[in-house]
């Protein structure tokens, strides 16, 4: 599936609020779908606030706030296992429990 360009879209849904036409006679004469023009005519209402939603910027923003977050999971995960394995293998021989081999690091 293509994307189309955001200025095309915005144009698209000026000529749709304006009332110049019908709605669905704007869409076919732009070659998009019903269900394409609700989707931005749904998602412009979202960013102007009229609707309840998340904007397209705050979407991306959330799902790269939410990678990041991973990211920072997994690493604390390595940190404490690596912090457990060193510091059980200064106090006893052989770390319990670690994927070190036993041998204290």
Same mark, same amino acid.
């Given at each position: 599936m293509h994307r189309l360009p955001k200025e095309f879209r915005d144009d698209v849904v000026a000529i749709i609020r304006r009332g110049e036409a019908p709605i669905k006679k704007v869409a076919n004469d732009f070659g998009i779908s019903e269900s394409c023009r609700r989707n931005w005519l749904r998602q412009? +209402? @979202? !960013? +102007? #606030? %009229? *609707? /309840? #939603? @998340? %904007? %397209? &910027? !705050? &979407?991306?923003? /959330? $799902? !790269? %706030?939410? *990678? $990041? @977050?991973? /990211?920072l999971e997994l690493e604390s995960e390595v940190l404490r296992r690596a912090g457990s394995c060193w510091s059980s293998s200064r106090t006893v021989v052989g770390c319990v429990g670690c994927q070190c081999s036993g041998r204290g690091g």
């Open positions: 412009v +209402d @979202v !960013e +102007d #606030g %009229a *609707k /309840l #939603g @998340v %904007a %397209a &910027s !705050e &979407s991306a923003e /959330l $799902r !790269e %706030a939410r *990678k $990041r @977050v991973r /990211l």
